[in-house]
């Protein structure tokens, strides 16, 4: 079993940076892969970011790559999202989540986080 809480959300300018963590509680954290996914109003859930229980393997979606980095520290249960060059189009709810494996689909994953919220004004 395994707790997630997201925090680092908030408003921001486009051009702007956030980084997001979620931290975990349980003691298997180190076995999991971690996702972030995002759900912006009126539309599905998408994929973010994975990354592997050992860091080691790491994937983003089309929209992201090159301005976003996920990574974790598993000294302290926690994974980051690290957002740059944000555009209002990254305004969304981000989640964070916990799967076996590093899958870009959100039903690899049992475990998930409330959500924290991020607006990107133009």
């Known amino acids: 079993q395994v707790q997630l809480v997201e925090s680092g959300g908030g408003l921001v300018q486009a051009g702007g940076s956030l980084r997001l963590s979620c931290a975990a509680s349980?003691?298997?954290?180190?076995?999991?892969?971690m996702g972030w996914f995002r759900q912006a109003p009126g539309k599905e859930r998408e994929f973010a970011a994975t990354?592997?229980?050992?860091?080691?393997?790491?994937n983003y979606a089309d929209s992201v790559k090159g301005r976003f980095t996920i990574s974790r520290d598993n000294a302290k249960n926690t994974v980051y999202l690290q957002m740059n060059s944000l555009n209002p189009e990254d305004t969304a709810v981000y989640y964070c989540a916990a799967s076996g494996i590093p899958s870009t689909d959100s039903r690899a994953y049992a475990y998930w986080g409330q959500g924290t919220q991020v607006t990107v004004s133009s």
């Open positions: 990354i592997s229980w050992t860091g080691s393997v790491t």
């Open positions: 349980g003691r298997t954290f180190s076995s999991y892969a």
